[in-house]
């Protein structure tokens, strides 16, 4: 994710604007207690997110299916399908979903008994579930795309449909799932709309069957995926297609009418793609593309195979031709940090993005003539302030109720590329330039932690970085620059106030 402002962005450091909407959501679980127990929400301990993720089984795949009746005023109609492993003897089960009715359960075929608790679902089949054992969860229910009172993120209104935004933990307002990042799987998705409309999701087609005034869109991952990069997108919507490097299909959704527009901007992809293979290794997925949404949401977000952005950021001329591709690196860049090699737990989205700002801070000095150094110098003035306000980069403050978007503070994005910045200058150039490479490729497809960074950056750094890591990752105050003694903590602004979440 990264949250953008409509002004002319600072050429050494990007600032963040206010989002006009958090990602709100919590919960999930899975039971191990007595049927007769009342129901409650459990989770698998996050420590930003303590009630997300369910204890007692893994999930193996989904299968969502989606009826989009030719507006946002009213639910879709949703069932949602689950096969998941046991890794613990069950009789209840638990998932996350907070914003639809639902309307039957059954497991393994046969009806199940449900209730709510929290924003969990809680199923409790007719028979054991045992240790081991692999189950399947059908869940019918309505998906609603009007926002709650209390509730933001998950579908996304655009000017002719709809699109998704489920970071951090606002997948299950959208579906009934395992919504933390510890658990991938795989993903199936059939869109059924009306006719004029277009629907693309992740992964890549499989099939559009035309009945009557509708139309069946089918899409079918090739790699497992957390819940918070689900994409499907519904509108009047054109699908650009092009090859990138070694043969990668690629496709851009764009609003039909802006198509030519925008044109210039999509044909970037391909070499910011060959640019970043050329740093860090193979394109990790089996598509790519950038999804235009005619949105107001206040940050661009890495879905899986299909990132989000906001339409007006390519067409706004306060911002300029250099940023705009360093935001699209960005994004892109997620695909290896964060999408193919996802957070453990929400602490570790640093690893996400301190990489993602990494890459895109590398890549305006190359093509945009902007200096990484001079970016980080001044991040690095500034990370004091940002460890007071956010927490140090491994260990984000928790948000604020109703602000789940909260942990995206400078901490993590500049705050912890500076941290990148100074295991470079530690280990040096060619040896941390090879443990980006291993990082990605050793736990593509995996959730994976920080203490994993550190493990694998002490064995290709040569001697143990355990002691680096815990001053730069969890001091409250910044460590001194390696090879920079000169560079200092900036004062605060003469102005300055409480700190902006965001």
Not at 202 to 208: K, R
Request: charged content about 20%.
């Amino acid at each position: 994710m990264l949250l953008t402002r409509p002004t002319r962005p600072h050429p050494a450091l990007r600032f963040l604007r206010r989002p006009k909407a958090a990602l709100l959501a919590s919960a999930v679980t899975v039971c191990l207690v007595a049927a007769g127990a009342p129901a409650e929400p459990l989770g698998v301990g996050d420590r930003i997110f303590p009630e997300l993720g369910n204890p007692g089984y893994d999930v193996a795949a989904y299968d969502l299916a989606f009826s989009y009746p030719g507006s946002n005023d009213k639910p879709l109609k949703a069932v949602t399908t689950i096969d998941a492993r046991l890794t613990s003897s069950l009789n209840r089960i638990n998932l996350d979903f907070a914003h639809g009715t639902v309307e039957s359960v059954e497991v393994d075929g046969r009806r199940a008994a449900f209730t709510s608790a929290g924003e969990d679902l809680v199923v409790t089949p007719d028979h054991a579930l045992p240790l081991g054992s692999v189950t399947r969860i059908t869940v019918r229910h309505t998906s609603d795309p009007r926002p709650a009172d209390d509730q933001d993120g998950g579908w996304v209104q655009t000017n002719d449909g709809l699109a998704m935004a489920n970071q951090a933990d606002a997948a299950h307002l959208v579906f009934p799932c395992n919504d933390h990042p510890s658990d991938k799987a795989m993903f199936t998705f059939h869109v059924t709309a009306p006719n004029g409309y277009t629907a693309v999701a992740n992964g890549l087609p499989t099939g559009a069957v035309k009945a009557g005034g509708s139309t069946t869109w089918s899409y079918r991952s090739q790699h497992p995926m957390a819940t918070e990069l689900a994409q499907v997108s519904i509108g009047h919507s054109a699908v650009v297609r092009r090859t990138g490097p070694h043969g990668l299909p690629l496709r851009d959704v764009v609003p039909a009418a802006d198509k030519k527009e925008l044109e210039p901007w999509l044909a970037k992809t391909p070499d910011q793609i060959a640019w970043l293979e050329s740093k860090i290794g193979p394109y990790p997925f089996e598509t790519y593309g950038v999804l235009m949404a005619q949105a107001s949401t206040g940050f661009e977000l890495e879905t899986q195979t299909l990132s989000l952005f906001e339409k007006d950021i390519f067409t706004e001329p306060a911002y300029p031709k250099w940023y705009i591709e360093s935001v699209m690196v960005h994004e892109l860049s997620h695909q290896w940090f964060g999408d193919s090699v996802s957070p453990r737990t929400w602490s570790d989205v640093w690893l996400n993005e301190g990489h993602a700002t990494w890459y895109e801070a590398l890549y305006a000095e190359e093509k945009g003539d902007h200096p990484l150094q001079d970016r980080m110098k001044a991040a690095y003035g500034a990370s004091d302030r940002w460890r007071a306000a956010g927490g140090p980069p491994a260990k984000p403050k928790p948000p604020a109720p109703g602000q789940k978007i909260g942990i995206f503070r400078s901490n993590i994005y500049d705050g912890a590329a500076v941290v990148l910045f100074a295991l470079r200058q530690e280990i040096g150039k060619d040896a941390f330039e090879r443990l980006e490479k291993v990082w990605v490729q050793e736990n593509r497809d995996t959730s994976v932690g920080t203490a994993d960074f550190v493990r694998l950056a002490s064995a290709i750094g040569g001697r143990d970085l355990s002691g680096f890591f815990q001053d730069w990752l969890y001091g409250e105050k910044t460590p001194p620059m390696p090879g920079h003694p000169d560079w200092k903590q900036a004062p605060p602004p003469a102005s300055a106030g409480s700190a902006k979440k965001s």
